[in-house]
């Protein structure tokens, strides 16, 4: 669009059965006791556009990177590009000092919204952005603000985030655990305990992990990275299987229970 690449994103109305879905997932984190992972209402059409509006707007206020709404229609938002996924970073980085790199830009850009007082949502790696050295956000269809407190929806960030990098660290948990380690801190001291308490009541799946195949030994090193580094869990068994956020974790947590 006059020169530079530009996203039409489409909303639809929400399916039936990610209702239901995330109705039983959420079920199962009110049992757990795990209020960060709790789903929020996926909204359809008209509603979740202007969400996203409203998301984009609050989030560029306190200095994220995020996408320039170029157009609008009823059920549309024509956005800018902000620059490939850290998804596809990772899958292409050279070795593990660029992984480390990477990794360690996304987490000091969580920090910094963080300390202003935002939050993501679906901070998965294939929703963060990376371009010319600066991290973006992107996708923000749903607002956990709607059925948790600010401490929740920072923490659940983390969880999130964590999913989606834990696989590249397979064989370096300590690495992973030191940034997590050094940066939740500099959030503050009520995200940290309960990203903690969150991490100490999901401990149990780190015990099972390992006999569900290479996706599932991700959350192994995500446990043992963020009970190591100051807490989480629940995260790289979703990493390749996520699709679309709540809805997959609540078949993948099925499969396991």
């Given at each position: 669009?006059?020169?530079?690449?530009?996203?039409?994103?489409?909303?639809?109305?929400?399916?039936?059965?990610?209702?239901?879905?995330?109705?039983?997932?959420?079920?199962?984190?009110?049992?757990?006791?795990?209020?960060?992972?709790r789903?929020?209402p996926?909204?359809?059409?008209?509603?979740?556009?202007?969400l996203?509006?409203?998301?984009?707007?609050?989030?560029r206020?306190?200095?994220v990177?995020?996408?320039?709404?170029?157009?609008?229609?009823?059920?549309?938002?024509?956005?800018?590009?902000?620059?490939?996924?850290?998804?596809?970073?990772?899958?292409?980085?050279?070795?593990?000092?660029?992984v480390?790199?990477?990794?360690?830009?996304?987490?000091?850009?969580?920090?910094?919204?963080?300390?202003?007082?935002?939050?993501?949502?679906?901070?998965?790696?294939?929703?963060?952005?990376?371009?010319?050295?600066?991290?973006?956000?992107?996708d923000?269809?749903e607002?956990?603000l709607?059925?948790?407190p600010?401490?929740?929806?920072?923490?659940?960030?983390?969880?999130?985030?964590?999913?989606?990098?834990?696989?590249?660290?397979?064989?370096?948990?300590?690495?992973?655990?030191?940034?997590?380690?050094?940066?939740?801190?500099?959030?503050?001291?009520?995200?940290?305990?309960?990203?903690?308490r969150?991490?100490?009541?999901?401990?149990?799946?780190?015990r099972?992990?390992?006999?569900?195949?290479?996706?599932?030994?991700?959350?192994?090193?995500?446990?043992?990275?963020?009970?190591?580094g100051?807490?989480?869990?629940?995260?790289?068994?979703?990493?390749?299987?996520?699709?679309?956020?709540?809805?997959?974790?609540?078949?993948?947590?099925?499969?396991?229970?």
């Amino acid at each position: 669009m006059a020169g530079r690449t530009a996203w039409l994103k489409s909303y639809g109305a929400p399916e039936r059965s990610r209702r239901v879905a995330a109705r039983a997932w959420n079920a199962i984190v009110d049992g757990l006791d795990v209020g960060p992972l709790r789903s929020p209402p996926r909204l359809g059409r008209e509603d979740a556009k202007q969400l996203e509006l409203r998301r984009i707007g609050e989030l560029r206020e306190a200095g994220v990177l995020v996408p320039e709404v170029l157009g609008e229609g009823r059920d549309t938002l024509l956005l800018g590009d902000i620059g490939p996924s850290l998804s596809r970073r990772l899958k292409n980085a050279a070795d593990p000092r660029q992984v480390d790199t990477l990794v360690h830009a996304a987490v000091a850009a969580i920090v910094a919204a963080h300390r202003r007082g935002a939050y993501f949502g679906q901070a998965f790696a294939r929703n963060i952005t990376v371009s010319d050295g600066r991290i973006g956000f992107i996708d923000f269809e749903e607002d956990p603000l709607q059925i948790m407190p600010l401490r929740d929806a920072q923490a659940r960030d983390w969880l999130m985030f964590t999913a989606g990098v834990s696989r590249h660290y397979e064989k370096r948990v300590d690495v992973l655990a030191g940034m997590i380690e050094q940066a939740l801190p500099r959030v503050g001291e009520e995200v940290t305990r309960e990203v903690q308490r969150v991490a100490g009541r999901l401990d149990f799946l780190h015990r099972y992990s390992r006999f569900f195949g290479r996706s599932a030994r991700a959350l192994g090193v995500a446990v043992a990275s963020l009970r190591s580094g100051a807490g989480l869990v629940l995260l790289g068994l979703m990493v390749d299987l996520l699709s679309d956020g709540d809805f997959d974790i609540y078949r993948i947590m099925m499969s396991m229970l």
